[in-house]
């Protein structure tokens, strides 16, 4: 199984990025899959799910701003945020939500900076 996060960049406060993960090797409609972030210094945590039948979920410091969304013909996850803020600078990941987790892709760096 290969992950490969990509869309990342530098972008000022309020701006807006489209994260994508491409998966392979994997049947990737069964599982429910993870958007992670980790921030310099912290430990990484779930920013948004989605369900092999397509609930969403987020944590509450990206509601009514982050979209997760998944195509399952073309095995990719995506991540759509908008008004973004500074503390949403961090480096960010797809994975599955539960254990077997699959191997880490390298990331995508996202910095909101102005």
């Known amino acids: 199984v290969q992950l490969v996060e990509s869309g990342g960049g530098l972008v000022q406060p309020g701006g807006s990025l489209r994260l994508s993960c491409a998966a392979s090797g994997t049947i990737f409609s069964i599982y429910t899959m993870v958007w992670y972030r980790q921030a310099p210094g912290d430990q990484r945590e779930v920013v948004a799910s989605i369900s092999d039948v397509y609930v969403t979920k987020y944590t509450d410091s990206v509601k009514g701003r982050f979209i997760i969304s998944r195509d399952n013909a073309n095995t990719t996850l995506y991540l759509q945020m908008n008004s973004l803020k500074p503390e949403d600078t961090a480096v960010y990941y797809c994975?599955?939500?539960?254990?077997?987790?699959?191997?880490w892709g390298q990331g995508t760096q996202v910095t909101v900076s102005s």
């Open positions: 994975n599955r939500r539960y254990e077997p987790l699959f191997p």
